[in-house]
């Protein structure tokens, strides 16, 4: 076989090769596009009812919330805060 005989084998091998990814993976694309379908289609979820909705524009009724928000706030970056340096301690 002379080398231009190479060539053609290894273009041809190459684009078959190709072709055959890019057909499997349209066909991926495909057949989760219609999973998703008809898993939507057949098995959704009823959305949670809400007894007492929240109006958007609502104000928090008193500063002891505020308080309250600003404690646990504190708190959880007090915690953050030992847990980081007992982490370089250990190193």
Do not use: C, W
């Amino acid at each position: 076989m002379n080398p231009s005989d190479f060539i053609s084998e290894g273009s041809s091998l190459m684009l078959f090769g190709m072709g055959f990814v890019f057909l499997f993976l349209t066909l991926l694309v495909l057949v989760t596009s219609l999973m998703s379908t008809i898993i939507d289609r057949y098995f959704q979820e009823p959305l949670p009812s809400v007894a007492n909705p929240i109006p958007v524009n609502s104000q928090p009724s008193s500063s002891d919330d505020q308080g309250e928000l600003i404690a646990v706030i504190s708190a959880a970056i007090q915690i953050h805060r030992t847990k980081k340096a007992q982490a370089e301690k250990r190193q």
